[in-house]
Structure formats: structure tokens, C-alpha cells
């Protein structure tokens, strides 16, 4: 099972929104709506933040939104704050033997 | 308080074994599965396995069967990933994570990370 495709790296302004993309196929994201998002801030450990694509664990903040679209599964942050920059995974739930596969990961960067 | 505490970095050499070890508390450390993800030196995570320590169920991603092991000490809320014989290519950091009641993606508590370090 191959990861979960995110862009590289994405970057934004204050207060502005962003879109943090995630694809995979109709084995994983297309079929089960079981994708959550992970922010990781350098040297820490990954923090949960979304789960089954739009839910929001407690405490997270709610300019933290997920949505899913066929194969492709998003996160999206508005009102961007400095404390966004991060590092974020998504991860779907495959049905297979591979159980679960995380996304390569996408930087933001708060301009 | 959830809690799950992991032990301490390593310096391994080529060959040598080594057990890591993730206590868990503030929970009934029995009734959720503990899962353990990869992060290799600047890159992203990787899932590697899972374990219910009740009856110590546990699950392995093919990229990392036979590998590894997994394994749980219910008596004392401590699960483990253990290798036999270390590679160079090992080098990462290793975390545990609780799964949620709700699905296999939901990891909602972590520890902070074991750095394993192997080098001849």
C-alpha cells in the first residue's frame, strides 16, 4: 500500500485560509470515511486533529475543518496564526492487510 | 490524565538487539490497542503496528512483518517493539500512540517519541 499523496510543502499569510490536499485511491480515502489529520510542530510528537474526515477531537480549535471528495480528503485552516506552522499528516484506513497508511506529510509555512 | 511515557534514546550497533518500551496511564491500559509509528530522520510517519494488551491481538503493517515484534505486559501497562537485530536503516524515531474506541486512524494520545540511534 503505497502512502497517502499530500503536497510538499504549502505556505499563507496570517489570518488568511489554506487547503492542505490528500489523495489516495478508491481502496482507502475513496471508500472508507475514515481519515484523520495530524499536526506535528518540530522535535514534538504528532497531535490529533481531525478524525473521520470532518470531526473534530476536544480542544482542538475550529478553524480547524476536513472534508472529503472522491479519492482526495482536505484539511483546511482559516484564520491562519503563527502557531499553525507545522507539519501535517493525513491517514486512512485501508480495509487490507496494511491496515492503515499515513501521507507523506505537508509543510506549512505562515508567511 | 492519559499518559503514555516512553523510554529513553538509544545507541545501538549493526546486529545488536534492542526492546523500547511505552507505559501507559491515567486509562484502562487493556481495553484500547497501543499502535507504534516510525519517523525516520527528516521524513514523515509510518505505521507500523498494533497491539490490544488485553489479550495482546496484535497487527503488522506487511512493510514491517517480521521485522519487528510487538508485544504488551498488561500487569504492568508497558507495550514494547523490540528488533533482533538492529540495521543502520533503523535509525528513526519511534512512537506509540493509543488508538481511540472509534476507528484504526484515530490516534488520540502519544508518547514522545524513543530516538534510536544505530551506528557502527
Known amino acids: 500500500q503505497s502512502a497517502l499523496t499530500q503536497p510538499a510543502s504549502v505556505s499563507g499569510s496570517p489570518g488568511q485560509s489554506i487547503t492542505i490536499s490528500c489523495t489516495g485511491t478508491s481502496s482507502d480515502v475513496g471508500t472508507y470515511n475514515l481519515v484523520s489529520w495530524y499536526q506535528q510542530h518540530p522535535g514534538n510528537a504528532p497531535k490529533f486533529m481531525i478524525y473521520?474526515?470532518?470531526k473534530r477531537p476536544s480542544g482542538v480549535s475550529n478553524r480547524f475543518s476536513g472534508s472529503k471528495s472522491g479519492n482526495t480528503a482536505s484539511l483546511t485552516i482559516s484564520g491562519l496564526q503563527a502557531e499553525d506552522e507545522a507539519d501535517y499528516y493525513c491517514c486512512s484506513y485501508t480495509g487490507s492487510s496494511t491496515y492503515v497508511v499515513f501521507g507523506g506529510g505537508t509543510k506549512l509555512t505562515v508567511l | 490524565e492519559v499518559q503514555l511515557v516512553q523510554s529513553g534514546a538509544e545507541v545501538k550497533k549493526p546486529g545488536e538487539s534492542l526492546k523500547i518500551s511505552c507505559k501507559g496511564s491515567g486509562y484502562s491500559f487493556t481495553t484500547y490497542w497501543i499502535a507504534w509509528v516510525r519517523q525516520m530522520p527528516g521524513k514523515g510517519l509510518e505505521w507500523m503496528g498494533i497491539?490490544?494488551?488485553?489479550?495482546?491481538?496484535?497487527r503488522y503493517s506487511p512493510s514491517f512483518q517480521g521485522q519487528v515484534t510487538i508485544s504488551a505486559d498488561k500487569s504492568i501497562s508497558t507495550a514494547y517493539l523490540q528488533w533482533s537485530s538492529l540495521k543502520a536503516s533503523d535509525t528513526a524515531v519511534y512512537y506509540c500512540a493509543r488508538r481511540s474506541t472509534r476507528s484504526w486512524t484515530d490516534l488520540d494520545y502519544w508518547g514522545q517519541g524513543t530516538q534510536v540511534t544505530v551506528s557502527s
Open positions: 497491539i490490544y494488551p488485553g489479550d495482546s491481538d496484535t
Open positions: 473521520e474526515v470532518t
